[in-house]
């Protein structure tokens, strides 16, 4: 009966790291919110070191980013002045924003 238990401790063992896993990483707790540019400010060429965004509701989120997020200061300066909108994948960290990607939000009718 012991190789039974000893399976069956396996198996839970596997399925609590495996669930372990999910929470710590799971969900990847990203989030997005979808507004206007009200500031970018670049690191370099490709980084953004600030960004602040207004979503439809007049909420401001301001980021901050940890490498390349797919889009320059430059094109998100032009999306600004036009007032487009685009799209902020973000996750949280210790109370700070920090945008992973940043894409054009689509067009009406897209």
């Known amino acids: 009966m012991t190789g039974v238990t000893g399976g069956l401790g396996l198996k839970l063992a596997?399925?609590?790291?495996?669930?372990l896993a999910v929470v710590a990483c799971g969900g990847s707790g990203e989030k997005t919110v979808t507004g206007i540019v009200l500031e970018a400010v670049e690191r370099n060429l490709v980084e953004i070191e600030l960004l602040r965004v207004r979503d439809a509701g007049g909420r401001?989120?301001?980021?901050?980013t940890e490498g390349p997020v797919g889009i320059n200061a430059a094109h998100l300066r032009q999306?600004?002045?036009?007032?487009?909108?685009?799209?902020?994948?973000?996750t949280e960290d210790n109370g700070s924003l920090i945008a992973t990607d940043v894409r054009d939000a689509p067009g009406p009718g897209s």
């Open 14 to 19: 596997f399925a609590a790291a495996a669930l």
């Open 60 to 64: 401001v989120f301001e980021f901050t």
């Open 79 to 90: 999306h600004q002045v036009l007032g487009e909108r685009v799209v902020v994948t973000y």
